[in-house]
Structure formats: structure tokens, C-alpha cells
């Protein structure tokens, strides 16, 4: 299996523009989580979506931010409009959900900065 | 609040050489523990999970402990290799009403000299 597929891998914009960041999960894993990584804050959880319905989106820090799943296969998470603030990793991670822990696996991330 | 601390935030140490770091926690009600390496630019890859009836687990030259009655869990590393250097993430995953939700430590990050 390929793992958890991001893209873009790296993404510079502008202040002000949408940035749209994909995700592929693993193939018949139904949980998927998007995370966001500065050195400051560590990693949070923006959103988690079991069996593509959104569960906990606590995490999204305001209405610029926005995700979607429209399939098992696909998601992905939108700022509209950007600020630098936003500059981070974003993290997309799937898992099976069981009972007793499951394995989440990474992508490998999208380097977003924002200038 | 739940919260997941690491100790030390950073560590160097030689090649070769064993070294622990700990993972302390306030996160309840305790569904498992999980340790992650991150490699400079990649993405978090899991170690080991455990759960509240494990104390020891291992893989490969790492080796994680859990406390649940302390709170505490340990992650060994035995006889270090340079590719060892990394972050290492401690998680705990809530159980209950708050199942899944994941608490991350800040990491500790490890460089092995050679």
C-alpha cells in the first residue's frame, strides 16, 4: 500500500488566497484525521471523520477553515483566505477504528507558508 | 484538562548508547498510549500502542513501559544508531464519550552522534 497521500507537498501563497490541501487515505481505512504541526503548538487535530461524516471539527481554529470528505478515499481541507498565521505542516492520517487501538498512519505532510 | 508532558525536550547522546525518555499524562479516562517517531520533514510513524492491561512492549531495539496507576510511560532505546535521530511523540488516546480523541506530547527530540 502506498500509505496516507498528501499533496501538494510544499505550497508558498500570497496573503489573502485559498489553499486547497488533498488527502488519500489508506484503502479501507475509515477514519481520517487532519492535524496541523507548528513548533509552538506541536500537533493539534483540526478534524476527524469516521466513515466520511465528521465527528469532531473542535479543533478547526475559525470559519477560514474547512474540510470535506465527499468519499472513503478522498478529503480535503480549504483556508479561504489565508494568513501567515496559517503557516505550518498539515498532517492527513487514516486508521481502521477498533476497540482496542488502532494504528494511525501519517502522510507525510503539506509544508504550507504564507507570506 | 488532558495533557500529555515529555521529558527532556531534548537529549544528545552517542552512538551506541541506550537513553529513556519519559511521557507523563493527566488524560482520562485512559483508552492507550502511543509512542511516534518523526523524522526531520516526514511524517509521525507509530512505535508502539498500548493499552491499559500492558506494561511492556517492544520493537525492535525499542522497548515502551506504561504506568497506568502513575500516569507514566517510559520509551527505551537501546543501543542508539544515528538514524535514531528524531522527534518522539508521546500520545494518549481518551476512552469513554471522548473515545479517539487523541492528546499529544511536545516530543522529545533525540540526536545520536556518532
Known amino acids: 500500500d502506498a500509505g496516507v497521500i498528501q499533496s501538494p507537498r510544499h505550497e508558498v501563497t500570497e496573503m489573502g488566497q485559498e489553499v486547497t490541501l488533498r488527502c488519500k487515505p489508506i484503502?479501507?481505512?475509515?477514519?481520517l484525521f487532519w492535524y496541523r504541526q507548528t513548533m509552538m503548538r506541536g500537533l493539534e487535530l483540526l478534524i476527524y471523520?469516521?466513515?466520511?461524516?465528521?465527528?469532531?471539527d473542535s479543533g478547526m481554529p475559525e470559519d477560514r477553515f474547512s474540510a470535506k470528505m465527499p468519499n472513503a478515499s478522498f478529503s480535503t481541507l480549504k483556508i479561504q483566505p489565508s494568513e501567515p498565521r496559517d503557516s505550518a505542516v498539515y498532517f492527513c492520517a487514516s486508521s481502521f477504528r477498533q476497540i482496542s487501538g488502532n494504528t494511525i498512519y501519517f502522510g507525510e505532510g503539506s509544508w504550507l507558508t504564507v507570506v | 484538562k488532558n495533557q500529555v508532558e515529555q521529558s527532556p525536550q531534548s537529549l544528545i547522546i552517542l552512538e551506541g548508547k541506550n537513553c529513556t525518555l519519559q511521557c507523563n499524562y493527566t488524560v482520562s479516562p485512559f483508552s492507550n498510549l502511543r509512542w511516534y517517531k518523526q523524522d526531520t520533514g516526514r511524517g509521525p510513524v507509530s512505535l508502539t500502542i498500548m493499552t491499559f492491561s500492558e506494561n511492556t512492549k517492544s520493537n525492535g531495539r525499542y522497548t515502551a513501559t506504561l504506568d497506568a496507576d502513575t500516569k507514566q510511560s517510559s520509551l527505551h532505546i537501546t543501543a542508539s544508531q544515528l538514524s535514531d535521530s528524531a522527534s518522539y511523540i508521546c500520545v494518549v488516546s481518551a476512552g469513554g464519550t471522548s473515545y479517539g480523541k487523541l492528546t499529544f506530547g511536545q516530543g522529545t527530540i533525540l540526536t545520536v552522534h556518532p
Open positions: 471523520f469516521n466513515n466520511n461524516v465528521p465527528i469532531d
Open positions: 484503502s479501507g481505512h475509515n477514519s
